[in-house]
């Protein structure tokens, strides 16, 4: 007689602990994450990913600081053959983000070339609040079970920007779950998450 070896289903629960390492190392930034996924089939996953973030953004005639919350709604897929009961994954994924946020800019130089007119730094914070962004992201990762119910993992996300909400006369620089904004509307993200999981049932 074969041997059937069933799986777990549940709900996983995780943070990204890249960001907490990323806040020691850049004083400009803040930011904490919550991750969860949940396997509906043998390959697929419903993803979630809801967390808030705070960067200081410095240019050469600008200094702006953008924060507020936001979630990526989406899905996995596990591209790898587990071996008898291995509960590892390689995904590839999707996700749809929403963010909203209050940008301030702190203090600006106006860009004015005079040798008679010499600019100034102003230093006056503005803020708008209440912008939003949304956007789309391709992800693919890795996620191994470490110890029973206990995952590492690890993914990169390329990023395309819908539409994105300006400061009144000043582009926005940054949004929180997207980062930097760049002319093309497109960017990366990275990602390395300790999760647990909550199991359900076996099939």
């Known amino acids: 007689d074969s041997i059937v070896y069933k799986t777990a289903y549940g709900l996983r629960l995780g943070v990204d602990i890249s960001k907490p390492i990323k806040a020691q190392i850049d004083g400009s930034f803040s ?22 973030e705070e960067e200081t953004t410095q240019e050469d005639f600008s200094n702006s600081t953008s924060k507020g919350q936001y979630i990526r709604l989406g899905f996995n897929y596990n591209a790898y053959e587990n071996w008898l ?3 590892n994954e390689i995904f590839t994924g999707f996700r749809y983000g929403f963010s909203v946020f209050d940008q301030t800019l702190n203090n600006y130089t106006p860009n004015v070339n005079s040798l008679y007119f010499p600019s100034e730094n102003i230093i006056s914070p503005i803020t708008d609040t209440g912008l939003t962004a949304h956007w789309t992201e391709f992800m ?32 926005t620089l940054f949004s929180p779950g997207f980062n930097r904004i760049f002319e093309t509307g497109t960017g990366f993200g990275f990602n390395y998450t300790i999760s647990y999981l909550i199991p359900f049932a076996k099939k």
């Not at 119910?149 to 994105?164: E, G, R, T, W």
């Open 31 to 52: 930011g904490f994450e919550i991750v969860v996924d949940y396997r509906i089939s043998n390959r697929f996953y419903v993803a979630a990913e809801l967390g808030n």
């Open 85 to 87: 009961d291995m509960n």
């Open 140 to 171: 693919l990762g890795i996620k191994v079970e470490t110890f029973k119910n206990l995952f590492l993992s690890a993914s990169v996300s390329y990023k395309i920007m819908l539409s994105v909400e300006d400061q009144e006369n000043f582009k």
